[in-house]
Every structure is written in structure tokens, then in C-alpha cells.
């Protein structure tokens, strides 16, 4: 009887492919085990990512090296509106992206307490500051050669401060939203003077104002003009009390001479309104329209 089996190849083992679905998983798997390695890796190294929320609504976010308590130490900061800058606590520093250096006080990422702000237009603030903004009382020194010493809010002068100009001039009182608003004193490099009240930047209320050349007006102001009842005394020794409007003597008034002779009745544009039919004249004076410097 023939043995067919003599000659026959052995049988070959078939090997098992493995499914879509088991290399899918393993491929997750090891890329979850990259992605831990290179966070560990990074946890490691002590570098971190925080968010801080500002007191405006905004927020800033830091990435970088915190330090042996686990706070933000060096690395770069990203704000809500656009801004980056990079922070280095070892100096209190805050270097923006924009030209900007800020070096002191920092809290929670945040510029907190007394530093100094250098403007990349060549600006410079030292002073207080609260939740990341000039609030406090500190020193504006403008590239222009203007300064501001006093009360800011928001980096807006918000209080009682002083504002000295490049030329010399100088106004100290009250400011709001960043206008002279309140009580104030301005002082010319001419060697005029104004002190009263204002109102949105312009002389508006009671006020004494001095001129160079000696004459002073005391009275009431509306935006930045003489308006109202006031009292106009010239150098020479004449005065007008009365009715002003335009800067001028309007309305009824009293005029006073050195030599005592005395003028009551109306003015109309510094002139005196003749009663009896005739034309309108000026007082004997060489400034009867009282028009000022500095108006």
C-alpha cells in the first residue's frame, strides 16, 4: 500500500495579523505616555503655566520657572489684550514687548505697591501702582519736559496734584479725569496768575487772576472768559466794578479815577454808554477794555 505522506511539505503555521483597531490603541498609548513623559519632564524642571484674573476684567498668563515654592519666577507673561512681556523676579523686572520696562513691587504677577515705569516714548513714572495700574500718588517726568507730581487714578490724574510745564508755568490744585477741575492755581512763565475755580480744564467760577503788567481782575469766569460780576483794578490805580461778558466791561458798572472822580452807569464793549444822546466813550484809560494777557 502506497504512504502518500512520504514527500508532503509540512504545514505552515499561519500568522495572525493584528486588527486597525489594536494598532489605533497602541498608538494612543504610547503617544500618552510621550505627551506624560515630556509634562513630567517639564514638572521637572520647575516650569509651570498660572493665570491670574486683573481687577479690570482682564487677565494675564504666565509660563516659565517658578521657584522653590512653587510661585512664578522667570519666564514671559501674555495679557488679555494682546501684550506679552517677560518677567524676571531675581530684579522685580518687567520687560513688555512693546518697549516698556517696569522694575519694583510685584504681586501675583501684578505691578503692586511703589516701582518705576519707563515708557518706550522716553516717558517715566515712579510711584505708586495697584492691580497692575498707575494708582497712587507718584511723579510723571514726560520726554517733552513736562512733570506731574500727585494723586493718579488708572494713570489718569484723578486729585490734587502738580503740573509744571517745559516753559516754566505751573498749576497746582485739583484735577479730574485728568483736567483741571476744582480749585487751582496757575502760575505763567510770564509772571500772570490765576487762582480759583475750574472746570473741565477752563477757568470757570470765582477767581483772582494777576497780570504781568500789574492790572488784576478778580471776579467771575466762564469758560475761560471774564463773564459775570468782577472787579478790574489797573496798574495806574483806575478800577471798574461791574457787569463783564466777552472779557470786557458789559452791563452796568461803577468806574473809579485816581483823582476820585467816579462813573456809574452802563458799559457796552469797555465803553461808557453815554445818557445823553451821545456817543459811547472810553474811560480815561490806556486799557479800558480790560482785555488782559493771557486770555
Do not use: H
Amino acid at each position: 500500500m502506497a504512504n502518500y505522506s512520504e514527500g508532503r511539505a509540512p504545514a505552515r503555521s499561519k500568522r495572525r495579523r493584528m486588527s486597525t483597531a489594536a494598532i489605533l490603541v497602541i498608538t494612543v498609548i504610547i503617544a500618552v505616555i510621550c505627551v506624560a513623559g515630556t509634562f513630567l519632564g517639564i514638572y521637572i524642571s520647575g516650569i509651570r503655566y498660572t493665570k491670574i484674573d486683573t481687577p479690570g476684567g482682564g487677565f494675564v498668563k504666565f509660563f516659565g520657572k517658578v521657584d522653590d515654592l512653587g510661585a512664578p519666577y522667570k519666564g514671559k507673561l501674555y495679557y488679555s489684550d494682546g501684550t506679552t512681556a517677560e518677567i524676571d523676579m531675581s530684579s522685580n523686572t518687567v520687560t513688555y514687548s512693546n518697549g516698556d520696562i517696569y522694575v519694583g513691587e510685584l504681586k501675583k504677577l501684578l505691578k503692586d505697591g511703589e516701582g518705576k515705569l519707563t515708557f518706550a516714548t522716553g516717558d517715566v513714572y515712579e510711584g505708586a501702582f495697584s492691580g497692575d495700574a498707575i494708582t497712587g500718588t507718584g511723579k510723571f517726568s514726560f520726554a517733552g519736559g513736562d512733570t506731574y507730581e500727585g494723586a493718579l487714578i488708572n494713570g489718569v490724574k484723578e486729585g490734587y496734584g502738580t503740573y509744571i510745564w517745559a516753559d516754566g508755568s505751573m498749576y497746582i490744585g485739583d484735577f479730574r479725569g485728568d483736567k483741571k477741575e476744582g480749585t487751582g492755581k496757575y502760575m505763567w512763565a510770564d509772571g500772570s496768575s490765576y487762582e480759583g475755580q475750574y472746570k473741565d480744564d477752563l477757568k470757570n467760577g470765582r477767581g483772582v487772576y494777576k497780570f504781568s503788567n500789574g492790572d488784576t481782575y478778580e471776579g467771575d469766569f466762564e469758560s475761560d472768559v471774564r463773564t459775570g460780576i468782577g472787579k478790574y483794578t489797573w496798574a495806574n490805580g483806575e478800577i471798574y466794578e461791574g457787569q463783564f461778558a466777552g472779557n470786557m466791561m458789559n452791563g452796568t458798572g461803577k468806574y473809579t479815577w485816581p483823582q476820585g472822580r467816579v462813573y456809574e452807569g452802563v458799559f457796552e464793549n469797555g465803553k461808557i454808554v453815554r445818557t445823553d444822546g451821545g456817543e459811547n466813550t472810553s474811560p480815561e484809560t490806556t486799557d479800558a477794555e480790560t482785555t488782559g494777557a493771557g486770555f
